[in-house]
């Protein structure tokens, strides 16, 4: 896996920087030669952040203070060029926890969308782990490498896109087997669960992530009718965050509530039937283009975007894939200048 340089020292041009300005306004630029931020307070100059460390206090033209950072993860995911919806924070969490993403671990996911899960997947499994991401848009999977440049400063060599649908293109990725961990993050994770199944080694976790009640229930039921995995769990996570002000202690008055149901569930060895698991009749065991037609991305309220949109978005996140290659070159020059000058 490609050496990464650490996510600290004096700023470079290249570099993803998050400015807080006051009342917590956030900017998050890339640093460029000659590049300014205008603000309805002034102009801040790139240059002023160069070489600085991370968590100083820089001023612009009109004597604003900001508090420069470079990016948690978290915070680089929702500032990123989305190509697609992106998997927040507080559902990543989850998602790595409950398929239990382990370093060293082989991962499947589906489909890719900006490259938000990626990031968090790569990070878990570490150098000797392999993701492999499917994904049906060319411009998706752009933006997702692009986006994984920007933050890691160079594409990882242990993760692959592979342009198709999982159904079709995992069998000739993988052999039976061998794959430890799937998650599932597109409209109808049913359609691949067969395969999924056949991929997976026996007590290996698929996890699938969906919008809806009615994408729940379906996944659910047909991961049931196969027989071939244990029971499914499913949940949601809401976060809430709390004001702390001296004796001024209580709940925000906003909270990131629902963003998406996960259910999880294991593969069974062969043949193998789990002792007491009663199993409830299933009245509708078929499902005709009406019930389908509710699991659109129209009907769930998924807002499609255009392709002029989506070139834009690429254009973007390729800019500031550039500009980290830039950094991370610049970086691993400054830690050789010393072996070379002694």
């Known amino acids: 896996m490609t050496d990464f340089p650490r996510p600290s020292g004096p700023f470079c041009y290249g570099d993803r920087v998050q400015l807080t300005g006051p009342k917590g306004r956030l900017h998050t630029i890339t640093l460029r030669e ?10 801040l100059r790139h240059d002023a952040l160069v070489g600085l460390p991370d968590g100083s206090v820089v001023r612009n033209s009109s004597d604003t203070e900001y508090l420069a950072l470079r990016p948690l993860l978290r915070d680089f995911v929702m500032s990123m060029p989305r190509g697609a919806a992106i998997v927040y924070p507080k559902d990543a969490a989850q998602i790595l926890a409950q398929a239990d993403i382990f370093p060293g671990a082989t991962v499947v996911e589906a489909g890719v969308g900006s490259g938000a899960l990626s990031l968090w997947m790569l990070r878990a499994i570490g150098p000797q782990g392999r993701l492999v991401s499917f994904e049906r848009r060319e411009e998706f999977a752009e933006v997702a490498r692009a986006n994984a440049t920007t933050f890691l400063g160079a594409l990882p060599e242990n993760w692959e896109i592979v342009l198709g649908d999982l159904s079709d293109a995992l069998p000739a990725a993988f052999a039976a087997g061998t794959a430890d961990r799937v998650v ?21 976790v698929v996890l699938c992530y969906v919008a809806t009640a009615t994408q729940l229930s379906r996944v659910a039921e047909f991961i049931r009718g196969t027989g071939l995995f244990t029971e499914p769990e499913s949940s949601e996570t809401m976060v809430r965050g709390w004001h702390v002000d001296g004796l001024a202690v209580r709940p925000d008055h906003r909270m990131v509530a629902h963003t998406g149901f996960l259910l999880t569930a294991r593969r069974l060895a062969p043949g193998a039937v789990p002792p007491d698991v009663r199993r409830r009749a299933v009245r ?10 509710v699991w659109t991305p129209g009907a769930v309220g998924d807002r499609q975007i255009t392709d002029k949109n989506l070139r834009k978005r690429v254009r973007d996140a390729e800019r500031a894939a550039d500009g980290a290659r830039r950094a991370a070159a610049d970086r691993r020059a400054a830690d050789e200048t010393p072996n070379e000058t002694a």
């Open 184 to 204: 599932l993050d597109m409209l109808a994770p049913w359609e691949c669960i067969p395969a999924v199944a056949d991929a997976l080694v026996p007590g290996g």
């Open 284 to 293: 509708k065991t078929a499902y005709g283009d009406e019930d389908v037609e």
């Open 34 to 43: 000659g590049g300014e931020l205008h603000t309805h307070r002034g102009v």
